[in-house]
């Protein structure tokens, strides 16, 4: 044997042997997954709806599977900026994200310098709940009812605010969907996150606004703002004596804000398995059952799969609403 085919031979043994090995590495990896500390992305400011059920969810999920699930608030963009870092992360299981129809269906149509592929860039891990929406004032605003706002913006378009955690969000397009509907103009007040925006409804510098119930239901309690009218279907459980937009004029009108895990794309299919068993355990526990319902949010998993085939039918109706009621997309 010549010295040069020996030198191949041995370069393409090595070769063999570091591919082996680095399979092996990876699987044992894998195997050992987790071993350190987990990322959870939220792409809005601490104590908004999403934010309120990441944090709670990931400390379930910390318990179960003995290592951290840290939340981090990323904000920007409606949720695209986090989006965007989960996409470009390494898809080994350390880093996901708690997002919602906001992030995945809503946002990627409205905004064009930040952009994400919701089916392409991620890899569904479950869905873990969703909180209905509810139209809420300021005590010292003269409506009480959908009819009453509904008459008041008629009177004087476009002289009522309203404001939301940012643009593209569920609580922005279900208003722009109530306008739509109703034949109403008012003036929408984008904030850096729900919380900012709850309180300046407290303080009186807005006097209305669509908000995750999860998020306002302290408020509601508390008596520092009245609740209007609920988005859902029914009316919820949470708060039993406000009605629904449906049965305060606007016939067929349903809105919610999902709740789901996600991870980059490519993340092995062991760790995603492993990660959704734990976020169902997470959802089913007693404990999160009963926070979950204080706040006004209902519990709910799916499989991976269910999850990814249910962004792209939500994608698909978001992006006819926001068409329907045209909706501006942002630079």
């Not at 040069?4 to 997954?33: C, E, H, K, M, W």
């Not at 009453?148 to 955690?165: H, L, R, S």
């Not at 309180?199 to 408020?219: R, T």
């Not at 209902?298 to 269910?306: A, L, M």
Request: with cysteine.
């Amino acid at each position: 044997m010549t010295a040069t085919r020996l030198l191949r031979v041995v370069s393409n043994v090595a070769l063999i042997v570091a591919l082996a090995l680095g399979f092996i590495g990876n699987a044992d990896a894998q195997s050992n997954y987790p071993n350190r500390p987990i990322k959870m992305l939220v792409g809005f400011a601490a104590g908004g709806g999403t934010d309120v059920a990441a944090r709670i969810v990931a400390q379930k999920m910390s318990e179960i599977l003995g290592q951290s699930v840290l939340v981090e608030n990323v904000t920007g963009a409606s949720g695209m900026i986090a989006a965007q870092d989960v996409a470009k992360a390494d898809p080994d299981g350390y880093t996901l994200m708690m997002g919602s129809q906001t992030t995945y269906a809503c946002a990627p149509n409205l905004y064009h310098k930040v952009t994400i592929d919701p089916v392409k860039d991620f890899t569904a891990i479950a869905l873990t709940g969703a909180s209905p929406l509810i139209l809420v004032a300021n005590p010292s605003f003269a409506a009480h009812t959908i009819a009453d706002v509904i008459a008041m913006a008629k009177a004087e378009p476009g002289k009522i605010n309203f404001g939301t955690g940012g643009v593209g969000t569920t609580p922005h397009m279900t208003a722009e969907l109530l306008q739509y509907d109703a034949g109403i103009k008012m003036v929408h007040v984008a904030y850096r996150g729900e919380a900012g925006a709850i309180n300046d409804l407290v303080g009186g510098q807005i006097p209305i606004m669509f908000a995750n119930l999860s998020a306002v239901m302290g408020n509601i309690k508390g008596g520092s703002l009245h609740a209007i009218a609920v988005t859902s279907a029914k009316r919820s459980p949470s708060v039993p004596d406000v009605p629904t937009v449906a049965e305060s004029g606007i016939p067929g009108f349903e809105a919610e804000t999902w709740f789901g895990i996600v991870a980059p794309a490519g993340t092995p299919r062991d760790i995603v398995l492993k990660l959704n068993a734990a976020a169902r355990q997470a959802v089913a526990a007693e404990d999160t059952k009963q926070r979950f319902a204080q706040l006004g949010m209902t519990n709910g998993s799916s499989s991976p799969e269910e999850l990814a085939a249910y962004i792209k039918a939500e994608v698909a109706k978001w992006s006819k609403v926001i068409k329907d009621a045209n909706i501006q997309a942002l630079d």
